[in-house]
């Protein structure tokens, strides 16, 4: 009998940081379609069905806002948000760009 996966372990073509894919995903590039920016499809024609990955962390509150829907519209509740200390750089910068 095999082992079976973790659905909940993340991809490793995750870019570090607060949002990210878990192994739940089933392929439907959802996330791709409405936050193009940071999600991106696995076409490694060595998985039997592909997934989607976070390639870039949000750098704005319009990319967070879009990671977010995402998120929310995902089927297979596979992007997650960690709820990392990234708001606050976005917030930083946000500050910075405004002097």
Same mark, same amino acid.
């Given at each position: ?5 973790d659905?909940?372990?993340? &991809? *490793?073509e995750?870019?570090?940081?607060? &949002?990210?894919?878990?192994? *739940?995903?089933?392929g439907?590039t ?8 940071? &999600?991106?499809? !696995? ?6 069905v592909? !997934? ?5 962390q949000?750098e ?5 806002? &879009? ?8 089927? *297979? ?9 990234e708001r *606050?750089?976005?917030?930083v910068?946000e ?5």
């Open positions: 009998m095999g082992v079976m996966a659905i909940t372990e993340k &991809f *490793a995750n870019a570090p940081g607060r &949002f990210y894919v878990v192994r *739940a995903c089933i439907c959802l996330c791709t379609e409405i936050a193009s920016a940071n &999600f991106k499809e !696995n076409t490694d024609l060595e998985l039997a592909g !997934n989607s990955y976070v390639y870039r949000p704005t509150p319009e990319e967070e806002s &879009f990671c977010r829907e995402a998120m929310d519209a995902c089927p *297979a509740s596979a992007v997650r948000d960690d709820g990392g200390g *606050a750089a976005i917030q910068k500050k910075r760009s405004c002097q």
